[in-house]
Nanobody, 122 residues
Framework: QVQLVESGGGLVQAGGSLRLSCVAS????????MGWFRQVPGKEREFVAA????????DYGDSVKGRFTISRDNAKKTGYLQMNNLKPEDTAVYYC???????????????WGQGTQVTVSS
């Protein structure tokens, strides 16, 4: 399976922006739909955004529509999540994964990486 490493998280004030990156190893990234998920301690992992293998289709969770944008650069084997107008409720550990099932908004791989922490202050 493709190996993924997230980066770009940090501490930001409400209304600010962050851009997360997801760098893949191997040569199969371009064949997979990929997605972003987030999780708060004590709560279930939540779907955030997804993008098809060629970037032709995207999907977003209701809470982030209009604020977050998912994209990918297959030549660089990298996925991105641009997060604008961040809110305190966006605070979570953010994970990327691939491949995913875009219809069910779920990962097809059991393994999850370490993620990247996003903290939004009031």
């Amino acid at each position: 399976q493709v190996q993924l490493v997230e980066s770009g998280g940090g501490l930001v004030q409400a209304g600010g922006s962050l851009r997360l990156s997801c760098v893949a190893s191997g040569r199969t990234f371009s064949s997979y739909a990929m997605g972003w998920f987030r999780q708060v301690p004590g709560k279930e992992r939540e779907f955030v955004a997804a993008i098809s293998w060629n970037g032709g289709s995207t999907d977003y969770g209701d809470s982030v529509k209009g604020r977050f944008t998912i994209s990918r650069d297959n030549a660089k084997k990298t996925g991105y999540l641009q997060m604008n107008n961040l809110k305190p409720e966006d605070t979570a550990v953010y994970y990327c994964n691939a491949p995913i099932n875009m219809s069910t908004r779920t990962s097809l791989k059991e393994y999850w990486g370490q993620g990247t922490q996003v903290t939004v202050s009031s």
